[in-house]
């Protein structure tokens, strides 16, 4: 393709760490030499694309960039001879929207292996309100039941609930016979959580233990937790005998201070959630599971719908835990 512009937002670092976030027009030909261009139609705003776009080193490291760790959109180009112009495919993880200019922008250009085919039972719009947050929430719960999660065992919690990766993990799990009870700070979305597959909603307080005691009463038979700190340690001296805990989050604090007496007198399973990097063929497995049996109708629910022009104060807003489901930029 000959060089040619198209729009995208573009963070920069002026002078003393102050960074300016815009759309701007930039050249195709500017983008990283890989294999497959990329014509974006939608892309999600996640956490870390909020992080990226503020000068955040630990996910960024060089600027000017564009952020967006996930996009599905149509092929135009592809020296990938299993990857063909004219594919409908998805991408989430591994560096995209990281230090590889991502989908919030109208064009990437990734390696043939960080692309999904698109499911058939998907649409690309419905491929984006799952996105990184539905697929990290599908592993999450997938991991769960590797280990014997059962809904039989009794109710399962979810942290930060009413965000994305929470919500979808809320939504999942009842989906497949779950009762979840919904772990939230925000009084006004209780009625969006019981809309999504909430069978009880409990303030984050009930999840945040200031006793001190390294064990507690049973409360829940597992969890789903996004927050980490506290929260996580909460988790797990409340958790039921052999039940799991997945971990994909650290809103609250990347630190974990709890005893070894979950693990070795009831058994709970500590399960890490690191969908940036998770292999091709399950990768590929799970979303097969999130285009069939693990669909759910509430996707409408959970999403709303943004122009590039329209995402700036959204940025903020996710930063302060103001959001509620996904937001999804209509890039076309």
């Not at 729009?7 to 500017?30: Q, S, T, Y």
């Not at 009625?191 to 064990?215: F, K, T, W």
């Not at 979303?287 to 104060?313: M, R, S």
Request: aromatic letters at 6%.
């Amino acid at each position: 393709m000959k060089s040619k512009l198209f729009k995208a937002l573009v963070v920069r670092e002026k002078d003393d760490r102050v960074f300016v976030k815009e759309f701007e027009r930039k050249e195709i030909m500017d983008l990283p030499d890989n294999d497959v261009l990329i014509r974006v139609r939608y892309s999600g705003l996640n956490y870390k694309d909020a992080l990226s776009a503020t000068g955040n080193k630990g996910v960024t490291k060089h600027y000017p960039h564009t952020p967006g760790i996930d996009a599905s959109g149509v092929v135009e180009e592809s020296r990938n001879e299993l990857i063909k112009p004219g594919d409908e495919v998805l991408v989430t993880g591994y560096d995209l929207g990281m230090n590889t200019d991502g989908g919030l922008g109208e064009y990437i250009r990734v390696p043939g292996e960080w692309i999904v085919p698109k499911p058939q039972d998907l649409t690309l719009k419905e491929c984006m309100i799952y996105g990184t947050a539905g697929f990290t929430a599908s592993l999450g719960i997938h991991k769960m039941l590797q280990m014997g999660q059962d809904p039989g065992d009794g109710e399962v919690v979810v942290t930060g609930a009413s965000g994305g990766v929470g919500s979808l993990a809320v939504t999942i799990l009842n989906r497949i016979g779950f009762d979840v009870i919904a772990s939230t700070g925000k009084t006004d979305a209780h009625v969006y959580l019981e809309n999504i597959g909430a069978s009880r909603i409990i303030d984050r307080e009930a999840v945040d233990d200031q006793s001190g005691r390294p064990l507690l009463k049973c409360q829940w038979a597992g969890a789903f937790d996004t927050v980490g700190g506290n929260v996580l340690a909460t988790l797990l001296k409340a958790c039921a005998r052999h039940g799991n805990i997945a971990s994909c989050g650290n809103v609250l604090s990347y630190k974990l201070e709890t005893t070894v007496f979950p693990f070795i007198l009831n058994g709970v399973n500590l399960l890490g959630i690191d969908s940036a990097t998770c292999p091709m063929p399950l990768r590929k497995e799970l979303w097969q599971k999130l285009a069939g049996e693990w669909k759910t109708d509430k996707l409408d629910q959970i999403a709303k719908f943004v122009k590039p022009g329209e995402l700036n104060p959204y940025i903020d807003k996710i930063l302060q835990g103001k959001i509620i489901g996904r937001i999804i930029v209509e890039m076309d």
